[in-house]
């Protein structure tokens, strides 16, 4: 897939206030600075299209954009550290999670994890918080030009590990960088096929 036009659409609040629309949907979502913006950025080949910071807490709506005037992609509030107050925090994961299942033409949700770490107990719970409400989502790793191939490769037998102690079938993952768009192709593609088979009826 090439991107070839990206529009701001708008940004919600909640459910209610999100765009009506049939399109198909992907949503983006991670601990506070995961390097989500920046991900969408390279995927969008768009330097300023989410807006990126280093402080954690940058996001704070739903951020909506149409994508090649056939799906739309939701930039999503980080969850875990942020420099908010709780209330916030507490309302921002409530309108969340209520977009999350209950927004019908949302296809996939991408859970961004910063490859620099091991399993974190805050990304596997809200991982399993997925699967509980039979949410389709995929794991991209951010963040692969910080480190080796080797410490790739031991985070990776690491998330396996405990995956594999949640679930037989693991869900997809990608390992991604924004500074070298490796990952690009293969998260444009696990999202044209869906968008394909949406199209199709």
Request: aromatic fraction near 8%; include cysteine.
């Amino acid at each position: 897939m090439k991107i070839k036009t990206k529009t701001f659409v708008l940004s919600a609040p909640d459910l209610k206030r999100c765009p009506v629309s049939t399109l198909p949907e992907f949503a983006f979502i991670g601990r506070s600075n995961v390097g989500k913006s920046s991900l969408i950025n390279m995927l969008c080949d768009h330097k300023d299209l989410a807006k990126t910071s280093g402080k954690p807490g940058k996001t704070q709506l739903m951020n909506f954009f149409l994508i090649n005037e056939r799906w739309h992609l939701v930039d999503l509030p980080g969850y875990g550290f942020a420099k908010i107050s709780k209330s916030t925090r507490e309302r921002w994961e409530t309108e969340t999670k209520n977009y999350l299942k209950k927004r019908e033409n949302l296809r996939n949700i991408f859970v961004l994890i910063d490859i620099r770490l091991e399993p974190q107990k805050i990304d596997l719970e809200f991982m399993q918080w997925l699967a509980d409400h039979n949410l389709n989502f995929s794991i991209i790793f951010t963040k692969c030009d910080k480190v080796s191939s080797n410490q790739i490769s031991k985070t990776l037998k690491l998330w396996v590990k405990e995956l594999q102690k949640m679930w037989q079938e693991l869900p997809h993952a990608v390992v991604s960088s924004s500074e070298t768009g490796v990952g690009k192709d293969e998260i444009l593609g696990i999202i044209e096929a869906m968008v394909q088979d949406s199209e199709m009826g």
